[in-house]
């Protein structure tokens, strides 16, 4: 394959065995706290040089003082010399002051504001009941410009679960995009060709994030040979139909779409239970993953701009500076990672990649 030249500034060289990459970023990810926290920061941070890090804490990130202090847990626990910076969100609540969101980012602790819709996932309890409630936030953040990430499924017992993104399309977001035209929108961890359209068919405010998993595994992933717990996340895969347009969205080109992980590391013993968590834990191997579907869809040479362009460019955000290189050459993926607080079993647990990550250099 031929270096891509997309632009002069590009890192991208792929000379068979090597590819290396301007440094990318995890435009979604969940770093948790507590015990978890330096297992899961240090493997995003080893592989990306920012990370848009997920509020969904127990209780959640809801203030710039919280959200201030997470911050400096996540430097903190990380190994001397890793140049990580976390971009910080803030939780949207019915009751949120939007002042105090509009400080955060004016002050440079919060880059977003993140929509849950109460109950739709993962520590969502205090999330928006009726998108209604923070309309005079949306109009605040429209008013400075500060982006609003979004967990784009409606949550209610009449909607199927597999409907449930399709639906929050056409009775959340569009309203919300209507009333706010220039408000930029981030689509978290898109799942369905609807999104997909969607996102295309919007102005250029609305962007989109999508997984690894989400790019390689549908539905029937869960349920292969028996119930698989480790396959299960939020939103839902779907259908093969769904995953193949996203495999078409992320290798298209198209800037609307760019990488965000949402690995969202749970303990082993909460997935494999009679109620388990949503979350797939990717960032270990997240960049090999996408590698390997890129190569699938033999779009290698679009891997970059998806990975570190698209993001930043998105954000207003500087493209780093440095290189990551990825070896073409079989890594197995263990069955289970764990230290002393943690034991998760990780996305493509058992498996042999294609792609080892080699590590990177911070400087051009
Ligand atoms: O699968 C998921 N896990 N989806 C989410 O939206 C949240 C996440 C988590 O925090 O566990
Ligand atoms: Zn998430």
Known sequence: MKPHGSS??????????????RQPDDWHVHLRDGGMLAFAADYTARQFARAIVMPNLDPPVTTTAAAEAYRTRIL??????????????????????????AR?????????????????????????TDVRKIWPVLERMHSIDMPLLVHGEVVSPDIDIFDREAVFLETVLAPVLEDFPGLRVVLEHITTDD????????????????????LRIDRNAMFEGGLRPHAYCLPVAKRRRHREALRRAATSGNPKFFLGTDSAPHQKHEKESSCGCAGIFSAPTAIESYAQTF????ALDRL??????????FYGLPLNEG??????QPQNVPELMSDDHVRIVPFHAGETLRWRFNGRTDQR
């Open 195 to 214: 999104s997909v359209q969607f996102v295309e068919a919007a102005g250029s405010n609305l962007a989109a994030t999508i997984t690894a998993h989400h």
């Open 323 to 328: 290189t990551v290189s990825l070896q073409r």
């Open 76 to 101: 903190d626990v990380l190994p001397e010399g890793r140049r990580f910076t976390p971009l910080m969100t803030a939780y949207l609540t019915d009751d949120i002051d939007a002042e105090e969101i």
């Open 295 to 298: 190569e699938e869809e033999d």
């Open 104 to 128: 955060g980012f004016s002050g440079g602790v919060l880059t977003a504001c993140k929509l849950y819709p109460a109950g739709a996932t993962t520590n969502s309890a205090n999330g928006v």
């Open 304 to 313: 970059e701009a998806f990975a570190s362009e698209f993001g930043p460019r």
């Open 8 to 21: 002069d500034q590009t890192f991208s060289r792929d000379t068979g065995d090597l590819l290396i990459l």
